[in-house]
Each structure stands twice: as structure tokens, then as C-alpha cells.
């Protein structure tokens, strides 16, 4: 299509030819024609040497799941595949600044691109919220030397998905207390106990038809006449289940301080203790919409970014 250049000089030419024939001065007449004649003739001639399919245009991203104020690398490749050169060539990667603030560097560029080579350039987004959004989509614009005709392009497939965590600052905390033993003591976390085979000591009792012999304390029966076996306590992991509510009373506040983000930072923080003490953590949302989740307990890192 006709750049912006290119339209100023249709408008130009037709006020020229206007006045030619207002006039009768058959030089601008002329001068109008001809105007007119090489815009026109420009335009197919530009899309023929300019086959903008040539140009291929990918995002890499160094990761696609962050925490909130942590920052995203963004990387654009453009590869010219063809024999032709493009001379004046436009790559703006889109962003919504809502969700984003672009740190370092700019989600565009101006550049020429030889055939058969590569220009890569990259900046840096810092996400503002948690949640899932899109990245994109890239948008290509070839121009010719003189600025007349261009042509634009939103890349196919260019959207990216980026999931924004909480952010870590409270699990940072939580880390810097150390041992487990540490995070028990601290936030009353312990382990089931119940009576079985374990290595601490839990009681003693009369022996009953079937219990191990090697369980028998004989000293003990030796002072009571009757057989005393002694029990142990075993440990088992805890099953925790957080419920977190989703409903709308949740969205009050501030975009990035409501009681549901408070409750989703309570909730990683339960989870990252509990997922320390090897214990199983599930989370259950619920709202008034009946818009309910679940997430199934199991334990390991992996887990908590589920």
C-alpha cells in the first residue's frame, strides 16, 4: 500500500492537476499526470521486489514463568531468507505497559537487512501483576528507498504466554531461616505421629497375641510377671489442604495489593513450608459463581509451581 510519502504526493499531484485545468497551464496538467503515472507504477514493482514472505521473524524467550518483579529476557530474531535487500525495515514487538515496564533496551527497531543474514535485538519487561498474559504479536513493515510504498505484517503465531507468579519476597524469608527444624519451631509445623514401628520412644503396654517378639522389653516384664512390649512412634507426612477464596468481595483494593493477592501469598507461602517439610499440600479455590478448583495434594519442588 502507499506509504505516507506516497499519499502526500497523490494529494499533491491532484491539487496540481486541479489547478492545471483551472488555469489551463497544461505543464501542471502534465507534471500532475506524471506524478500520478510513477506513483501508480511504483507499487507493484515495489511488491515484486520486496516479497516481505522472505523476511522470517521469531520471539525467544529466556523464560516463559517469572515471579512478579523479576524480570523477563526478550530476544527478536529477524532472518532474511531472500536474494533482495531490504532497506528500511520496521520490527515492534507489542506489550500492554499496564501488565509490563520495560527496563532496558526498546521493543523496536529501524534497520537495513541484507540477503541471506540475520539481525537479532532484545530488551528487558519487568511484570507489574501476577497472573497468565500475552506477549505480542510482532509487526514487520517494509518500506521502499524513497518512503512511497509500504507493506505491513502482524506475524503469524507471535503471541506469547507468560505466567507471573507472586512474588518471592516472602519465600525469600522463609528460606533465609534455614533448616526445617528451623520452619517447625517457627510456624508450629509438625508431622502426624501415630503408633507403629519408629525410632522414637512412645509407651508400653501388655503383650497381645501377634505383636513381634523383638519388641518385648524382658526387663520390664521381669518386674511384672506378664510380658511388656514397648511401642514407638512413626512419622507420616501431612496432608494439607488450603482453601482460598475467589469470590468478587476478593478484588477490593489496589490492582496489585487486593485480599485475593494477599490470600494468594498467604497461600504460597503455606504451601512452600508445608512442600519444605516433605508434606503433601493440595488448594482447593471456591467463589460465589460456584467457580470451583483443585488442585490434588502431592509434595516435591515441582509441585509448587503447579
Known amino acids: 500500500m502507499l506509504g505516507g510519502k506516497g499519499r502526500t504526493l497523490i494529494l499533491f499531484s491532484v ?15 502534465y507534471f500532475a499526470i506524471l506524478l500520478i ?12 521486489q520486496m516479497n516481505i514472505e522472505e523476511l522470517r521473524v521469531h520471539r525467544e524467550l529466556e ?27 520496521e520490527i515492534r514487538d507489542y506489550y500492554n505497559p499496564e501488565l509490563f515496564r520495560l527496563i532496558l533496551g526498546e521493543n523496536f527497531i529501524s534497520t537495513r537487512i541484507g540477503p541471506k543474514k540475520e539481525i537479532k535485538f532484545s530488551y528487558i519487561l519487568e511484570p507489574k501483576v501476577r497472573g497468565e498474559y500475552p506477549l ?20 503469524p503465531d507471535s503471541v506469547s504466554d507468560i505466567l507471573v507468579y507472586p512474588p518471592y519476597e516472602d519465600i525469600k524469608r522463609i ?11 517457627n510456624y508450629g509445623l509438625q508431622r502426624s505421629k501415630q503408633k507403629g514401628l519408629g525410632s522414637e520412644f512412645y509407651g508400653m503396654r501388655k503383650y497381645v497375641f501377634g505383636d513381634q517378639y523383638r519388641l518385648i522389653d524382658w526387663k520390664a516384664s521381669a518386674r511384672t510377671q506378664k510380658l511388656i512390649v514397648k511401642e514407638f512412634e512413626s512419622e507420616r507426612d501431612v496432608s494439607v489442604m488450603i ?14 495489593n487486593t485480599k485475593f493477592e494477599y490470600a494468594i501469598r498467604a497461600c504460597m507461602l503455606l504451601t512452600k513450608v508445608a512442600l519444605s517439610r ?16 483443585f488442585l490434588k495434594p502431592r509434595s516435591g519442588e515441582d509441585h509448587f509451581y503447579q
Do not use: C, W
Open 15 to 29: 491539487f496540481f492537476l486541479t489547478a492545471g485545468f483551472a488555469f489551463e497551464n497544461y505543464f501542471l496538467i
Open 37 to 48: 503515472f510513477s506513483t501508480v507504477v511504483s507499487l507493484p514493482l515495489f511488491y515484486y
Open 63 to 89: 523464560k516463559e514463568k517469572v515471579f512478579k518483579d523479576d524480570f523477563v529476557h526478550v530476544k527478536v530474531v529477524i532472518e532474511n531468507t531472500g536474494k533482495n535487500s531490504f532497506d528500511f525495515l
Open 136 to 155: 505480542g504479536p510482532l509487526s514487520l513493515v517494509v518500506k521502499d528507498r524513497l518512503g512511497f510504498n509500504s507493506v505491513e505484517r502482524i506475524v
Open 175 to 185: 528460606e533465609i531461616l534455614g533448616s526445617k527444624r528451623s520452619l517447625s519451631q
Open 243 to 256: 482453601l482460598v477464596d475467589s469470590s468478587n468481595s476478593m478484588a477490593g483494593g489496589a490492582i496489585e
Open 278 to 293: 516433605k508434606d503433601n499440600v493440595g488448594v482447593y479455590t471456591f467463589s460465589d459463581k460456584k467457580n470451583f478448583k
